[in-house]
């Protein structure tokens, strides 16, 4: 008789995203971190995606927002901090949380996902540092 098998982790993807409104987007520029959302604060983690999970992320928990920013950070920053853990509401998908601040240097690029015709979010343009507090997201 063998025993059951571990649930396997996901291959460790090149980077993880935070999602993040465009209006938040001044204040990130301007930071040394990445700013806590309310609901990371209460939980005690960093809510991340996989660049997979990112636009079902967006589509669920971004609907009042019109643009939202996913911020790439490579994982290899963040291999002691990050923990893959099962979302409840997402059929246990396993997701990505950091248990730390990450400081905003280690983006590596931002995507702007504009929310479509149809009501959900599309991926429609990639910023590369350095970041412009005044990027205008409705030329996206």
Known sequence: MTSPS????????DHVVKLIPADQW???CDAQTIAYSALDTTDGFMHLSTPEQMVGTANRHYTEYSFIIGLAIPTRHLVDSLKWEPAAKRNNALFPHLYAQCPT???????VLRRSTDKTFMVTARIDPPFDPATDFSLF
């Open 6 to 13: 571990p649930t396997a982790l996901p291959a460790l993807p």
């Open 26 to 28: 001044p204040a990130f």
């Open 105 to 111: 240097a280690w983006i590596s690029h931002a995507l």
